[in-house]
């Protein structure tokens, strides 16, 4: 089975690839800082019915961005929000890694793969199979208990690896830990009024 999985903005300019082996999970999220940063880059495809968004957590080495990084710019919804990383040219989500380089973690968006559903599923499992903050989804999602504590596991264990591995971050950070660029934070009014939006 071919592991890497392309990754492509809407528009076609940014692009990548992610080594399916190097995924840690797959998750939805329902907590609103998800879904007010969907709101925020405003193109269709990134929540689904019940306002999640689909995300397969990785070692951040597993990420390698191939074509325009130019336009690879990021935004945080708070001055020590996790930085979310996003295609500028047409705001195609991309991932969301801390600020702090040496956790290694980047969720990615799979709005971004470039890869049918059924690949996608076979490679990191279905996307409801582990679903987090369910009590903020915008209608009813099963919670899901024991995969919420496997996936938990996973990340962790994936996080130490990676940390054993002294992996140097993806490409959001440059070589001495600094991010590829200087975060966007959005105001508290813009934040409160994206939350209530929709
Ligand atoms: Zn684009
Ligand atoms: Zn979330």
Not at 32 to 52: Q, S
Not at 57 to 64: G, I, K, L, N, S
Not at 190 to 195: F, V, W
Request: positive net charge; contains cysteine; charged residues 25%.
């Amino acid at each position: 089975m071919d592991t890497t999985i392309p990754l492509r903005c809407r528009c076609g300019t940014v692009k990548g690839e992610l080594d399916a082996r190097r995924a840690y999970t797959r998750a939805t999220c329902y907590c609103k800082d998800c879904r007010a940063y969907a709101r925020f880059l405003g193109v269709p495809g990134v929540l689904d019915a019940a306002g999640g968004t689909d995300v397969v957590p990785a070692a951040p080495a597993a990420v390698r961005l191939t074509a325009g990084t130019e336009h690879v710019t990021c935004m945080s919804l708070s001055p020590k929000g996790i930085l979310r990383w996003y295609a500028a040219c047409c705001r195609t989500p991309l991932g969301n890694t801390p600020r702090d380089p040496k956790l290694p973690y980047v969720g990615l968006v799979t709005a971004c793969f470039d890869a049918p559903p059924q690949t996608v599923d076979a490679a990191f499992g279905p996307r409801d199979r582990i679903v987090l903050n369910t009590q903020s989804a915008t209608a009813p999602v099963r919670a899901t208990p024991l995969g919420f504590l496997a996936g938990g596991l996973r990340i962790l264990a994936g996080i130490l690896r990676a940390k054993l591995r002294r992996e140097r971050a993806t490409s959001f950070f440059d070589a001495a830990g600094r991010p590829l660029r200087e975060p966007d934070v959005i105001s508290r009014e813009t934040r409160t009024a994206l939350e209530r939006a929709g």
